[in-house]
């Protein structure tokens, strides 16, 4: 398969936690940056986090503190754990990879991702 293919989301009660999943392929996975994406009905889609190929991670601020972005390489996984959700983190989830690493400045912007998942829907409830 070459579409990362996202699963762990759910409804979960304000103050909980979730962790999602991204099972990628080994072709796209060996050399990618991985992040994560969402969008909430009526927003537009909007990055959360991202890791690149040397591991170092980056985060929106609406999330930092709060969320983990990892990868694990040996399994082409990566992973979002969310802690203390709020009801505004309410989305669609999606994950994305890129070909090739990318540079910091660009972990953030849609367009330099070239596969992307189906999504996952999170739920928070207040």
């Known amino acids: 398969q070459v579409q990362p293919v996202e699963s762990g989301g759910g409804l979960v009660q304000a103050g909980g936690s979730l962790r999602l999943s991204c099972a990628a392929s080994?072709?796209?996975?060996?050399?990618?940056?991985m992040g994560w994406f969402r969008q909430a009905p009526g927003k537009e889609r909007e990055f959360v986090a991202a890791i690149r190929w040397n591991g170092y991670t980056y985060y929106a601020d609406s999330v930092k503190g709060r969320f983990t972005i990892s990868r694990d390489d040996a399994k082409n996984t990566a992973h979002l754990q969310m802690n203390n959700l709020k009801p505004e983190d309410t989305a669609a989830y999606f994950c994305?990879?890129?070909?090739?690493?990318?540079?910091?400045?660009?972990?953030?912007?849609?367009?330099?991702?070239?596969?992307w998942g189906q999504g996952t829907q999170v739920t928070v409830s207040s």
């Open positions: 080994g072709r796209i996975f060996s050399s990618s940056a």
């Open positions: 994305a990879a890129s070909r090739t690493d990318l540079q910091a400045m660009g972990v953030a912007r849609q367009r330099n991702y070239d596969y």
